[in-house]
């Protein structure tokens, strides 16, 4: 079946290093890849997408390439904020945005001023 | 427009009872996607309903079941709660099964089994 695996946490950055969360899936055909945030106390907010291979998702200066060759879908930011403090999920759909989703454990980040 | 609201925000109940949590979709929304977050785990999928009828189901016994309404409001009954059932439960709503549409979440309900 699909399945999602994420970079273990908790990850502490200083405010303005560059973030790399790791993402791997696995999944048969062509799945759309997404990235969801939770802040504290918050449902999920949907960050970036891609819905196939090579294509980039970006979205308030975090990106995300869909590489089918490494079937990986890292999240990265240059220069991190102590407001990106939360809760990153990398999650799979097999078809279509609007179907299954199935998420990894998730990946808590903490950013220090 | 109206995002997607859930109730109650926070639940408490004992072992053996039963609950209904409610979920009202995005404006214009027919798809809704119910999970389960357990406490530091990713939302598991335990179904979805497409214009009032089941669309899929995750790997969940039949205690739990749904119900979509004519308005696309939904609601996720469990029956016999069990301590596991712990857990933040989310519903998200997308506009027609099969297109390219996101998910759009709700803040979720806290259930609390004791």
């Known amino acids: 079946g699909n399945s999602v695996t994420q970079m273990e946490g908790p990850v502490t950055l200083s405010e303005e290093a560059f973030l790399t969360i790791n993402c791997t899936y696995t999944a048969t055909g062509y799945p759309s890849l997404f990235w969801y945030v939770q802040y504290p106390g918050e449902g999920l907010q949907l960050l970036l997408k891609a819905t196939k291979a090579d294509d980039k998702g970006s979205n308030k200066g975090f990106e995300a390439t869909y590489r089918k060759e490494t079937t990986s879908f890292h999240l990265e930011k240059g220069s991190v904020q102590v407001s990106d403090s939360a809760v990153y999920f990398c999650a799979l759909s097999k078809d279509f945005g609007n179907e299954k989703l199935t998420f990894g454990t998730g990946t808590r980040l903490t950013i220090i001023p | 427009e109206t995002g997607v609201t859930q109730s109650p925000t926070h639940l408490i109940k004992t072992r053996g009872q039963q609950v209904t949590l409610r979920c009202s979709s995005q404006s214009g929304h027919n798809t809704v996607s119910w999970y389960q977050q357990a406490l530091g785990q990713g939302p598991q999928f335990i179904f979805q309903?497409?214009?009032?009828?089941?669309?899929g189901r995750g790997n969940f016994p039949p205690r739990f079941s749904g119900l979509q309404f004519p308005n696309y409001s939904s609601e996720l009954n469990v029956n016999a709660l069990e301590l596991d059932d712990s857990a933040l439960y989310l519903c998200?709503?997308?506009?027609?099964?099969?297109?390219?549409?996101?998910?759009?979440f709700g803040p979720g309900t806290r259930l609390t089994v004791l």
């Open positions: 309903y497409y214009r009032e009828e089941e669309n």
């Open positions: 998200a709503s997308s506009l027609d099964f099969g297109g390219t549409d996101t998910q759009y």
